[in-house]
């Protein structure tokens, strides 16, 4: 079985300051790895994934997160926060190809990020 | 190059009905999941369709249930309506061999 801890339900940071969410995960299987951003009352919009290629996944809105088989983790990371940048976050992973949940996505609880002025 | 479109955008339904709720495919995409985002939780896989048939299943009941149709548009249905299935239903499609899912914007479904 697969799942995903999201450490810190809320973060909250200075416009400028370096955005830091911590994503675990647990999976018995080698995994995809996501990250989501959810806008109040929106769907979910991708915002990188590992797919088994580089370690460190660059996305979109400057945002990027490193593959750290070790420590199981996958946090998402961003030098420098905008206002803009306040939202939902969610972490997921699933299994690749082949495996039996290949396809289906399991989230974490989500980390609300906070910007101030 | 529409995304993937759900209908109705908020639903009102009481204790005991049922509903049926609706998702068209992203272009070029033949996979559609359902899932189900309670207020402050992340979203919960329900199930998968591909070819029309029901491929995965995550743990929900037999009230709820779905279709794929020929267009790969899909319907999610839920009967007997319980106030714990008030939500956010999300649909997702894909590719069949790539694993990234691009989500609608939701139905949300108040149970009264």
């Known amino acids: 079985a697969q799942s995903v801890t999201q450490l810190g339900s809320h973060v909250s940071v200075s416009e400028g300051a370096l955005v830091l969410l911590r994503c675990n995960y647990s999976?018995?299987?080698?995994?995809?790895l996501f990250w989501y951003v959810q806008y109040p009352n929106q769907g979910l919009q991708l915002l990188l994934k590992?797919?088994?290629?580089?370690?460190l996944v660059k996305g979109i809105n400057g945002f990027e997160a490193e593959f750290k088989k070790s420590e199981t983790s996958f946090h998402l990371t961003k030098p420098s926060a905008h206002m803009s940048d306040a939202a939902e976050y969610f972490c997921?992973?699933?299994?690749?190809?082949?495996?039996?949940?290949?396809?289906?996505?399991?989230f974490g609880q989500g980390t609300i990020l906070t910007v101030h002025p | 190059d529409a995304g993937v479109t759900q209908s109705p955008t908020h639903l009102i339904k009481t204790r005991g009905q049922q509903v049926t709720l609706r998702c068209s495919p992203k272009?070029?995409?033949?996979?559609v999941s359902w899932y189900q985002q309670a207020l402050g939780q992340g979203p919960q896989f329900i199930f998968q369709?591909?070819?029309?048939?029901?491929?995965q299943r995550g743990n929900f009941p037999d009230r709820f249930s779905g279709h794929q149709f020929p267009n790969y548009s899909s319907e999610l249905n839920v009967n007997a309506l319980l106030l714990g299935d008030s939500a956010l239903y999300l649909c997702?499609?894909?590719?069949?061999?790539?694993?990234?899912?691009?989500f609608g914007p939701g139905t949300r479904l108040t149970v009264l």
């Open positions: 997702a499609s894909s590719r069949t061999v790539y694993n990234e899912q691009f």
């Open positions: 997921a992973v699933s299994e690749r190809g082949g495996g039996t949940s290949y396809g289906k996505l399991t």
């Open positions: 272009s070029g995409h033949d996979t």
């Open positions: 999976s018995s299987v080698p995994p995809y």
């Open positions: 369709y591909y070819e029309e048939e029901e491929r």
């Open positions: 590992y797919t088994s290629a580089a370690t």
